[in-house]
C-alpha cells in the first residue's frame, strides 16, 4: 500500500477512526491505494527494549510500514499528548519509519491541544529522518455528532491532507 493510515485509538467510539475512515476514501476518491490498519486489531505488547519487538503483531505491523510510502497516524490527544498506543507503536516498529512522508490526524476534547502532536513530529523527524507534512488536521468534540464527522471545516482538512501527502516526494 502507498498510503497507509494507522488508526491508534484503542477507544470504540473514536473521533481519530472516523477521520482516519474518511481520509482512506479520500486517498481512493483520487485513484490511490490505500490501507487503513485499526490497532484494535493489532494487540501490542509494552515496549520493554527487549523482546516486545519479537511479538508477531510487531513483525505485520513494521511490514505494513515499511512498505507504505505515505503513514497517516490518527491518534487521539490525551493530557496534551498523542495516545500512548501511537507511541508505543513507533518504540516497537523502530527502524520501519526511517525516510517516510508522517501526516497526522488528531482529535480532541478541546482547542488547546491543537500542538500537542509537534513532539512526536520532532522525534520521527530527528531519530528517523521522516518527513512530515506540515498541514495536519485537528479535530474536537464540537466536530463530531453520534459517531459521524458533522464538521465541513474539518471535512476540507482532510481532503487538503490527501492532496498535500499525495504531493510530497521524499527525495
Not at 485513484?31 to 513483525?59: F, I
Not at 511490514?63 to 496534551?80: E, G, H, S
Not at 513530529?121 to 464527522?149: E, Q
Request: a neutral charge.
Amino acid at each position: 500500500m502507498e498510503y497507509l493510515v494507522l488508526a491508534t485509538s484503542l477507544r470504540s467510539g473514536s473521533h481519530s477512526r472516523i477521520m482516519a475512515q474518511r481520509l482512506v476514501q479520500s486517498y481512493a476518491q483520487r485513484g490511490a491505494r490505500a490501507a487503513l490498519v485499526d490497532l484494535r486489531d493489532y494487540p501490542l505488547p509494552l515496549c520493554d527494549g527487549e523482546s516486545a519487538g519479537e511479538h508477531p503483531q510487531v513483525a505485520s505491523l513494521e511490514a505494513l510500514i515499511a512498505k507504505a510510502r505515505v503513514v497517516t497516524l490518527a491518534v487521539p490527544i490525551y493530557n496534551y499528548d498523542v495516545n500512548a498506543a501511537a507511541k508505543n507503536l513507533i518504540e516497537l516498529t523502530g527502524q520501519a519509519w526511517e525516510d517516510k512522508i508522517v501526516a497526522f490526524l488528531c482529535a480532541a476534547g478541546g482547542q488547546s491541544s491543537y500542538m500537542s502532536v509537534l513532539g512526536l513530529a520532532n522525534s520521527l523527524m530527528l531519530d528517523f529522518r521522516a518527513v512530515i507534512v506540515p498541514r495536519f488536521v485537528y479535530a474536537t468534540y464540537a466536530d463530531f455528532a453520534d459517531g459521524k464527522l458533522t464538521s465541513p471545516k474539518v471535512e476540507t482538512r482532510i481532503e487538503q491532507l490527501a492532496e498535500a501527502s499525495m504531493k510530497l516526494r521524499y527525495a
